[in-house]
């Protein structure tokens, strides 16, 4: 019951992107190392700073020194070698992309693709906002900082979102106000993440326009926890993960059409 509207909104360019750390996992950094989950840097940070192993990220993050900084977010999170899983990310028309990663997976993935269907415009949380541009471009908001603007700084500690949020930052509430009515798909994130459910508490079974495309929710092991909170924030619950989501809406859609 959801395909024509899904494929309808998908080939029309007008479906958002939210996604997290686990779309690009099998990107390597400047190391050769693989990227982290936000749980592997979780761990690793505990053990570096010497805390108890079950501490948040966003309370060991707050520990780190500058050095500490540099070298663990924005050395190894700086991309060299594309993985895979994304080969077919660029294949469509997208609306708008959202992040909570800071690495620059996506910016590559553009620069190193000939004849890009849609120019990509990078925009880190702490720039002033900007309009959404035409549709031969697109927006890539990074809502925790990005590696190449490391100056701006990072969101990961309780204390630095709890700021960005008393700033107003337009970025935040531009993504607060379209997610209850423009059509998504979130991936490579869970939802017991304290920033995801802030924005999906925007959402219910009744906000999003009818004769839209569904918005989605792609994980690969959904427990009872995710199937209701899906219901309750009107997502449509896909079982998979972001690669074979990716292959499979190219083997629908061999060709999609360009702007």
């Known amino acids: 019951e959801y395909i024509n509207n899904f ?13 997290g750390s686990g779309i690009s996992l099998d990107s390597k950094n400047k190391f050769s190392h693989f990227l982290r989950s936000s ?29 500490q900084r540099k070298s663990e977010i924005v050395d190894k999170y700086s991309v060299r070698q594309l993985g895979t899983s994304l080969k077919y990310f660029n294949h469509f028309l997208w609306r708008r992309l959202f992040t909570f990663n800071v690495d620059n997976v996506i ?22 906002f900007q309009p959404t541009p035409e549709r031969n471009e697109i927006q890539i908001i990074h809502l ?14 309780a204390s630095e979102y ?3 949020m008393r700033e107003l930052n337009p970025w935040m509430h531009l993504l607060a106000e379209i997610i209850a009515t423009e059509p998504f798909i979130i991936a490579g ?7 995801l459910e802030f924005y999906l508490n925007h959402r219910s079974q009744s906000t999003p326009r009818r004769g839209r495309g569904p918005s989605l929710f792609i994980t690969p092991e959904p427990d009872k926890a995710t199937k209701s909170d899906c219901e309750r924030f009107g997502l449509v619950l896909i079982k998979s993960t972001f690669n074979e989501f990716l292959e499979w809406l190219k083997k629908q859609n061999p060709t999609t059409p360009t702007v």
């Open 162 to 164: 709890a700021r960005v």
């Open 107 to 128: 910016e590559l993935l553009y620069r190193k693709t000939p004849n890009v269907k849609q120019n990509l415009i990078p925009i880190n949380f702490t720039e002033p």
């Open 189 to 195: 994130t869970t939802l017991n993440e304290i920033d």
């Open 7 to 19: 494929r309808e909104t998908l080939l029309t360019g007008g479906y958002n992107l939210l996604f």
């Open 144 to 157: 925790h900082g990005w590696v190449e603007k490391p100056n701006d700084g990072f969101v990961f500690s």
């Open 39 to 67: 749980e592997d840097l979780r761990t690793d940070l505990c053990k570096l700073t010497d805390i108890h192993g079950n501490t948040s990220l966003t309370r060991v993050y707050g520990l780190l020194t500058s050095e």
